[in-house]
């Protein structure tokens, strides 16, 4: 109930078709929709007092203009003039403010440690509106809106964005279920129709056949069993309908909830880019490798920032150095070209040795170059 | 008598028993064992609630478990007449045991029969007397009394205090009147008497509603433990009772009232913060904590209860932004202003909950989860703002009842809006209807909760119309036949007028005139040859008023009022009580009588008419119901939907037991006799539908009759009825003595013999066959009677 209306001794209790009593009367021109049923009314969520239309056009329509209630000195603008929802405008201005607010703080349940987190995040956002709405505080209430604002905007945005998803699937999920419906009735009602007129054919049908002087009982007889038939082909029908119908559901459900899709995602990362084709270098066998190398080069150049800066790690290169080294140590030449020989007589080609060799032929960087495509030997070294 | 099923002895009040009551004994005992529900449908006036009570009280007392039995029914005359049936029982049990019993066995009923409050008794609508006996009784106004403050409470509330908690009243069984007066005797209150003494009864008789309706059940029914008897009695309806449990209804005019109240709230909150601050501070750090009250156990009756059911409830802390008093206050004065805008809108709406909460969050930023706890935090709210003028709240407490459903059920609901109360109507009058459309939903928690329900009722075809409806399963379903020792009632189906035009009220042809005049000679004939009264079922009070303005300008009422009185049921039932009195005196001094009402008014459902105060029903058309009705429409939807049920077969379904249970009013028992008449080409078809009482008595000879056939037919059968019928010729068909029942029974032990040698039995199905065994001896019995010792039997009288 509005403000203006709990002022008056309640006029709304006498007169319950006219529920809004004198608020229907235009405080400047004091028309009223009494007189004019036609009458219109706007409000400008400036000030959130409201004329009539015709009040509006003649006010505003040569620009900004201060409201014409004597006290408020708000400057009205016509284009932001439009027909409120409710007609307590009270509550109007409070959902206007409640819209801005929940604009910024829409946090979402699953983001809270607990329940009890949450419920006091809720309090704490009530209470931030509830001071808006009554004007209590404003300034300090502002400042931290203002800071809120200000510290979460990728939040912000990103569950703004989920709250749109969301609204959209359930749109089409009402969408879905109001045709799903409707089809199911449908058939019903053909499936019925359908009934109907084989009963009359059926009916029609012996009444021809006894016309023709076939004996009474067998047409019936007859009669009966295609009537038997049909139903039966009719139940068969019905029920693989409902199967489909089963199927085309559980796809459909599949099709809508977005977020679950979203999740699986997350859950399977695109493998990183492995350029060893799985080869590990990570078993140093003859080295260790330290954090830092008393060297001269090297501490120059990780003090220089202009190669630091683009990038370059002095660790990349000690350890590429060292593996090099001691690449070919592990390589006995001797076995390999034995391994070789075996292999081009043609015998059966044995996996692990084959996989032997590409270790090797990688370690070793020139031995079976030929034999081993799938490492390109250039590219690590 | 006193007899043995199987090991179970049963005390029987009375001489002779009936062989359907006898099955029906065995059937219940069968469903008591497996521990299941049942489906039982039993014609009326065979003494269905004595053998109902007489074996279940025989079940208690033998074994053991002692299982309660809680006996609902539907009206207060119905409990009266159980808790008078059960008075007798146990006093003959007495009798039979030399002892009594250490028993109890009480009704509930509102305050507003139990109430013996001076001033509170005198309320005329019984929302107020609870409402003031709450302000009587609340736990905080006992409180405030103790603090010192000057409060009023009511004294028979407050004696009980001084009595011991498990002993209020002395054992035995209670009936309402007897309630009442040992309660002004020792000047305690019957109602909170009986509420209390709930769980140290044997025996609850009391009213649908405090099982189904969550409102009530929850601080009612909550103790019960999970093994008691569940019994439904007159369920034909129950269907509807477990739907408009759940519905709400909301005009502008209670939104209106609902804004004041939650104004109203607002003013107390800021004068209590003024005064009491720590009160609502101490709520709130509650609410924080997510405690619930600690104390709902203590008040019997808060405020508002919360209308979702058990199950369904949400056990968690009320949600951080109603958390505050003036929070929940202005989060409450939003959701009703947004109900008044939708209620301006000038077309149909009907939506589903999910869609409504949708619009809702975008217009108001109304959230679901905050909703659902509306009933909760309003209940929270009133009992720290300690308010006793609790009845000024009820529009609010609707409101937030309202509030709580639409956020709890997303399916088996709908909302549909009317801004108009008729297709014609210009001036908008909107309202909201939040309607539950599947009855499964409401008696849910019940089969849940209870092992074994039972259902019951003189006319509850077609039995497995119910299980599906709603949602459990059986481990018996049975209708019995009624066992008769001559045809005493005759029902036919008069399809066609005396010039051979059919009749029928369906919608194409039920004003035309050729068609009201055949049902006018239909009503001329039946006044001229039926003795004493006549009670005429139309299918609405709609075509009821127009028939009767075509019968006046045809001369029609003035035949009849040749020999009979006419009387019209109106809706206003005062109007409708006075008629009913002239119709009695009427039938008792000779003059005879009509009486015009309505398939699905209060006559129809109530009134018995025994004996000479009914000895024709005519069923004027098929009683099917308003079919425009949104409501109706939403719900036929959903059944398809739902659970396969075809509209028109639930139409047909509904029509159906509308008219049995008007049919089944003029037949009260063995010794009654009567005629029913359905009249309508439409009942043909549906003669299956009736229940197996009344359809295996309909030859198929008087299924199919012109107006003529019918007056010759009943004629014939009147005459008959009017030789006398000496009582000795019952005996042994259709009632039985002890000696009779023990026949009987070695008769199917050896049948039973005989057929284990064949080995062919095995339990269960001996069990199934029994209840059928029995109707069809009985049967044999009768057809044998009726051809020879009848005839002998009348020769004898005649000579
Ligand atoms: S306690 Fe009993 S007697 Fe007193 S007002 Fe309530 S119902 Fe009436
Ligand atoms: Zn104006
Ligand atoms: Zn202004």
């Given amino acids: ?381 | 008598m006193k007899f043995w099923i199987e090991d179970l002895p049963v005390l029987f009040p009375y001489p002779r028993i009936y062989p359907e009551q006898y099955a029906y004994m065995c059937d219940l005992k069968r469903t008591l064992d497996a521990g299941g529900h049942c489906v039982l449908e039993m014609p009326s006036g065979t003494g269905k609630t004595v053998s109902l009570l007489s074996l279940i009280v025989a079940y208690q007392q033998h074994y053991p478990e002692h299982r309660k039995l809680i006996y609902c029914s539907r009206t207060m005359s119905e409990i009266e007449k159980a808790l008078a049936e059960l008075k007798a029982l146990m006093k003959y049990r007495t009798d039979q045991l030399g002892q009594e019993e250490e028993f109890r066995g009480l009704g509930l009923t509102s305050r507003k029969n139990l109430c013996l409050h001076p001033s509170v008794k005198r309320e005329k609508s019984g929302s107020v007397v609870d409402a003031r006996c709450r302000s009587l009784t609340a736990g905080f106004v006992k409180e405030k009394k103790e603090r010192g403050e000057d409060v009023d409470l009511c004294i028979y509330h407050d004696n009980l205090d001084l009595l011991e908690p498990h002993n209020l009243i002395p054992p035995g069984v209670w009936t309402l009147d007897g309630m009442l007066r040992y309660g002004e005797q020792q000047k305690q209150c019957p109602y909170f008497t009986a509420r209390r003494m709930m769980p140290f009864c044997n025996v609850i008789i009391y009213s649908y509603h405090y099982l189904l309706d969550p409102k009530i059940a929850e601080r009612v029914s909550k103790e019960l433990s999970k093994d008691c008897i569940v019994v439904f009695d007159e369920a034909h309806n129950i269907d509807n009772v477990c739907i408009e449990s759940l519905s709400i209804d909301l005009t502008e005019d209670s939104l209106r009232k609902a804004a004041r109240g939650a104004n109203n709230l607002e003013k107390k909150i800021s004068e209590m913060k003024s005064t009491d601050a720590d009160k609502l501070q101490s709520e709130y750090a509650k609410l924080v904590e997510g405690l619930r009250e600690a104390d709902t156990a203590r008040d019997e009756e808060a405020f508002v209860s919360n209308p979702a059911l058990p199950d369904d409830l949400l056990k968690e802390a009320v949600p951080g932004n109603i958390r505050r008093a003036e929070h929940f206050t202005a989060f409450l004065k939003r959701f009703i202003e947004y109900l008044k805008t939708r209620m301006k809108v000038l077309h149909v709406i009907s939506e589903t909950p999910p869609s409504f909460l949708q619009h809702l969050k975008e217009l108001t930023f109304i959230e679901k989860k905050p909703l659902r706890f509306c009933a909760e935090r309003l209940t929270s709210l009133v009992r720290t703002l300690e308010l006793t003028n609790i009845e000024d709240f009820q529009p609010l407490q609707e409101v937030a009842s309202f509030a709580t459903l639409v956020a709890t059920y997303d399916t088996g609901f709908l909302l549909i809006l009317e801004p108009f109360e008729s297709d014609t109507a210009t001036v908008p009058n909107p309202i909201m209807h939040f309607t539950c459309l599947d009855a499964a939903i409401a008696i849910k928690p019940v089969f849940d909760r209870f092992s074994s329900v039972i259902i019951t009722s003189g006319t509850i075809s077609p039995l497995e119309m119910y299980p599906n409806l709603l949602g459990f399963t059986t481990v018996v379903e049975e209708s019995y036949a009624m066992t008769l020792a001559r045809r005493s009632f005759l029902p036919m189906i008069v399809t066609r007028g005396s010039d051979q035009g059919q009749i029928s009220s369906g919608f194409q042809t039920r004003n035309d005139p050729a068609n009201v005049r055949n049902y006018g000679n239909l009503l001329i004939e039946f006044s001229k040859l039926t003795p004493d009264g006549i009670v005429v079922f139309f299918p609405s009070y709609l075509y009821m008023e127009s028939v009767i303005s075509m019968w006046q300008g045809m001369g029609i009422l003035d035949q009849v009022w040749k020999s009979k009185l006419i009387l019209v049921e109106t809706p206003d039932s005062q109007e409708t009580s006075l008629a009913l009195e002239t119709y009695r005196t009427a039938c008792s001094n000779g003059r005879g009588a009509m009486l015009l009402c309505v398939a699905r008014g209060k006559v129809s459902e109530g009134i018995d008419f025994d004996h000479h105060y009914g000895r024709t029903v005519l069923c004027i058309g098929v009683p099917f119901q308003y079919t425009e009705s949104r409501i109706l429409k939403a719900r036929l939807e959903f059944l398809e939907d739902k659970y396969k049920i075809r509209p028109n077969d639930f139409l047909s379904f509904d029509a159906m037991r509308h008219s049995a249970q008007c049919l089944g009013r003029v037949l009260r028992g063995k010794d009654d006799y009567g005629i029913m008449v359905m009249a309508d080409k439409r009942f043909g078809k549906k003669r299956n539908q009736l229940p197996k009482w009344i359809s295996s008595a309909l030859m198929e000879s008087d299924a199919n009759m012109s107006v003529d056939q019918a007056v010759a037919s009943a004629k014939r059968f009147l005459k008959t009825m009017s030789k006398p019928f000496p009582a000795n010729l019952q005996e042994g068909v259709s009632t039985w003595s002890y000696e009779d029942l023990m026949e009987h029974k070695r008769k199917l032990e050896a049948e039973q013999i005989r057929e284990e040698k064949n080995g062919e039995v095995n339990g269960n199905m001996n069990g199934h066959v029994h209840g059928d065994q029995v109707m069809a001896e009985a049967q044999a019995a009768e057809e044998d009677m009726e051809d020879s010792d009848l005839d002998a039997a009348m020769m004898e009288i005649d000579a």
Avoid at chain 1, 159 to 164: Q, V
Avoid at chain 1, 251 to 260: H, L, P, R, T
Avoid at chain 1, 321 to 335: K, N, P, Q, R, W
Wanted: with cysteine.
């Fill in chain 1, 1 to 381: 109930m509005s403000r203006q209306a709990q002022s008056r001794p309640q006029p709304t209790t006498r007169r319950p078709a006219d529920s809004e009593g004198q608020d229907e009367i235009c405080p400047v021109c004091k028309s009223s929709r009494y007189l004019t049923p036609t009458l219109r009314f706007l409000i400008n969520p400036e000030c959130y007092h409201k004329f009539c239309e015709s009040c509006v056009d003649r006010i505003f329509s040569h620009g900004p203009a201060p409201c014409p209630i004597p006290g408020c000195h708000k400057t009205l603008r016509k284009h932001k003039f439009r027909t409120p929802t409710f007609s307590d405008l009270q509550v109007e201005r409070e959902v206007d403010i409640r819209k801005k607010v929940g604009a910024v703080f829409n946090r979402r349940e699953e983001e809270f440690e607990d329940l009890r987190a949450y419920n006091d995040y809720l309090n704490e956002v009530e209470d931030i509106t509830f001071n808006l709405i009554n004007k209590l505080e404003v300034e300090e209430t502002e400042k931290r809106f203002k800071a809120y604002q200000r510290a979460h905007e990728r939040e912000i945005t990103e569950n703004a964005s989920l709250a749109e998803q969301e609204r959209a699937s359930f749109a089409a999920l009402q969408k879905e279920e109001r045709e799903q419906a409707r089809s199911r009735r449908e058939a019903a009602r053909r499936e019925d129709a359908e009934e109907k007129r084989q009963l009359e054919e059926n009916r029609r049908d012996v009444l021809n056949r006894l016309a023709s002087g076939q004996d009474a009982e067998s047409v019936a007889k007859a009669g009966q069993q295609v009537h038997l038939k049909k139903r039966m082909d009719r139940a068969a029908a019905a029920e693989r309908q409902r199967q489909l119908q089963a199927a085309s559901a559980s796809n459909g459900s599949g099709n809508v909830v977005i977020k679950g899709l979203r999740a699986k995602q997350k859950q399977e990362p695109e493998a990183s880019v492995d350029p060893f084709g799985g080869l590990s270098f990570e078993g140093r066998k003859y080295y260790a490798l330290q954090d830092d190398y008393v060297w001269a080069g090297v501490q120059e150049t990780k003090a220089d920032v202009l190669i630091g800066a683009g990038g370059y790690d002095v660790g990349a290169f000690t350890g590429r150095a060292l593996c090099e080294a001691f690449a070919g140590l592990g390589v006995f030449v001797g076995d390999e070209m034995d391994e070789r020989d075996r292999e081009k007589m043609g015998k059966e080609n044995d996996e692990m040795a084959t996989k032997g060799a590409e270790v090797a032929a990688t370690k070793g960087g020139n031995a079976a170059k030929g034999k081993v495509k799938d490492v390109k030997m250039e590219d690590p070294f």
